[in-house]
């Protein structure tokens, strides 16, 4: 098992950046893929970008070119870079860890931008 504790959310303006952590209490090193989602109030839970063993990236349309996902092994950490931020970026964000067929979720980090 694997406890994720995201870090970083907080209130900016539109165009304002955010950097997201993701801490693992064990080693990452062989975790598959780790994620971060996010849910807005009613709406469902999707995923903004992942990251894989080998370092492959994947990331939701709404976010390309504006968000960055990087992990760090050495410190178990994942990270998200957020730029460019807008009004529509608002939500909880979770981080996720998924091994064989395992997967762990964070209790989730607030962002909320404002116009």
């Known amino acids: 098992q694997v406890q994720l504790v995201e870090s970083g959310g907080g209130s900016v303006q539109a165009g304002g950046s955010l950097r997201l952590s993701c801490a693992a209490s064990r080693s990452i090193f062989s975790i598959n893929a780790m994620g971060w989602y996010r849910q807005a109030p009613g709406k469902q839970r999707d995923l903004v970008a992942a990251?894989?063993?080998?370092?492959?990236?994947n990331y939701a349309d709404s976010v390309k070119g504006r968000f960055t996902i990087s992990r760090d092994n050495a410190k178990n950490t994942v990270y998200l870079q957020m730029n460019s931020l807008e009004p529509e970026d608002t939500a909880v964000y979770y981080c996720?860890?998924?091994?064989?067929?395992?997967?762990?979720w964070g209790q989730g980090t607030q962002v909320t931008v404002s116009s």
């Open positions: 996720n860890a998924i091994w064989g067929v395992n997967i762990s």
């Open positions: 990251i894989t063993q080998g370092g492959s990236t």
